[in-house]
């Protein structure tokens, strides 16, 4: 890899991940530019405040880019990708060449880049903490929780950065074509070629088998720190991805153990809150960490008065919408008319049919807003898929019916059977985690096109782009120039 690509001088790697923290529990320490190399291991506080920091990275704006927020901005890349998340307008031409797939064949594009970068530095920074913060001084059970949610964060980058650049991954047949690099040294700067698909996964099980052994008995202080439960739900969901169906009901099950799904009431409150019960993971944007408009719920919510929600806001697709009854709350969310009523929204905000109130910012005035990464209800969606493919119709049934019930006071059960019933969880699946970045990996791991005739997408929006083939080359992201200038031994995908 390139030398000073990924390679951060020590004082400055901790000077970025100290400068705040999405814990109400950062730790007061020196001022950051003053930390010494040899203290950042020395304490466990000072690991702790490190992973705080990593914490932070998965919302802050990289690259002085707006629409570059850390992982928050890649769940917004996955569902533009698709078919059911809809831009009425261009807006302000954020996200525009995203779901018009324009980046994906371009290696020198900053989107196609961004994710790469992005990932492998959080890597990285996982790295520095692994290899160098085991003899660090001080609570030792909080200096297994910090090493744990390292071996978490390691593993959650390879998965994102194998399903983006890699070919999908399919059980029992062969996954030798080439995934991403695998970084485990923070030291080895030498060129190397690609691992296997097969290699990077072999990887990611072992970061979060690691990960699980070191939080099995440490608490989680807020939903922002990885925790065993949500570990377990990175487990279920890696396995869903690989078609290993009885690995995926079994970390699903677990995962959940003693979290709720919401309620009716507070699934209407605008997905802004990681105190929600059902909520497994997610980060909480403090107000002086905001970043206005390049926040989530800058882009996502209905409310935010940002040229973007203004001039468009996020509809849904409304065939997705058709499908479902007028008593599910998820239906409810959207509306038809566009008008929101109970919003009472600006007179300047557009107006346009089907736009979606899933989300809600603090306020017309403050983008603020939690956003989540990880809930109760992908655990319920998993399991209950893992078990229709393990042959367990009836115990799948049990399993959705519950999820639904919850969302629609009026369910009265599934009466379909077979693949009726299958692509019922798909559409459970695709209503239940709208806007919340699976869609992209969703038809990637299930070999589907994107499909956007007979939608109310927009042709000039999306540049007529109706169709992507399955198998279409641009499902796998290309890799950036920067990295094949650098690496001799790394190879392109398909352009």
């Not at 998965?159 to 923070?186: A, C, E, H, W």
């Not at 922002?224 to 690989?242: E, T």
């Not at 007179?347 to 017309?364: A, G, I, V």
């Not at 983008?367 to 393990?390: C, H, T």
Request: charged share 25%; with cysteine.
């Amino acid at each position: 890899m390139k030398k000073n690509k990924f390679q951060i001088i020590y004082i400055a790697f901790f000077s970025s991940l100290m400068l705040g923290s999405c814990s109400d529990d950062f730790l007061d320490i020196n001022p950051t530019d003053s930390v010494k190399e040899e203290d950042v291991y020395s304490t466990v506080e000072n690991l702790y405040a490190a992973i705080n920091g990593m914490h932070r990275n998965m919302y802050v704006r990289q690259n002085d880019s707006q629409g570059q927020n850390g992982y928050t901005a890649q769940i917004i890349n996955a569902d533009v990708m698709g078919e059911d998340l809809i831009f009425p307008t261009t807006g302000n031409g954020w996200f525009r060449d995203i779901l018009r797939w324009l980046h994906t064949d371009n290696e020198s594009s900053t989107y196609t880049a961004y994710p790469w970068n992005f990932w492998y530095s959080m890597i990285k920074n996982a790295n520095l903490i692994i290899v160098n913060g085991g003899d660090a001084e001080g609570d030792q059970e909080l200096l297994e929780k910090v090493m744990g949610e390292a071996y978490a964060y390691r593993a959650f980058g390879h998965f994102q950065l194998v399903q983006t650049y890699g070919k999908r991954y399919v059980m029992g047949g062969d996954n030798s074509n080439q995934g991403v690099l695998i970084q485990t040294d923070p030291e080895d700067r030498d060129p190397k070629p690609r691992a296997t698909v097969e290699e990077v996964y072999a990887q990611i099980w072992s970061d979060l088998e690691e990960a699980e052994k070191r939080l099995e008995n440490a608490d989680q202080d807020n939903n922002s720190h990885f925790s065993v439960s949500n570990v377990r739900g990175l487990m279920a969901r890696v396995a869903l991805v690989q078609q290993d169906y009885l690995k995926a009901e079994q970390y699903a099950a677990m995962a959940r153990e003693g979290y709720s799904l919401m309620s009716v009431e507070d699934y209407k409150m605008g997905f802004n809150d990681y105190t929600n019960p059902e909520w497994m993971w997610g980060v909480h944007i403090r107000e002086d960490q905001t970043d206005y408009f390049g926040n989530f719920h800058a882009y996502m919510s209905r409310n935010y008065n940002s040229t973007q929600i203004r001039q468009a806001p996020k509809v849904m697709n409304v065939n997705l919408y058709d499908a479902f009854p007028d008593s599910d709350v998820r239906k409810q969310l959207v509306d038809p008319t566009g008008e929101h009523e109970e919003l009472n929204l600006p007179d300047n905000f557009s107006k346009f049919p089907y736009t979606s109130q899933k989300f809600l910012s603090e306020s017309t005035a403050s983008s603020l807003g939690d956003v989540p990464f990880m809930r109760v209800a992908e655990m319920y969606l998993i399991e209950a898929e893992a078990k229709y493919q393990n042959g367990d119709e009836p115990g799948s049934k049990a399993i959705l019916e519950e999820l639904v019930e919850a969302r629609d006071p009026d369910f009265s059960g599934f009466s379909i059977t077979g693949e009726a019933y299958y692509e019922e969880i798909l559409i459970q699946r695709r209503m239940e985690l709208w806007g919340e970045g699976f869609r992209f990996f969703d038809l990637k791991r299930l070999g589907r096109k994107v499909d956007r005739n007979g939608t109310n997408a927009v042709g000039s929006v999306i540049n007529n782009l109706w169709e992507v083939e399955a198998n279409d080359s641009r499902w796998q992201w290309a890799i950036p120039i920067q990295e094949i200038n650098a690496n001799p031994e790394i190879d392109q995908n398909p352009l």
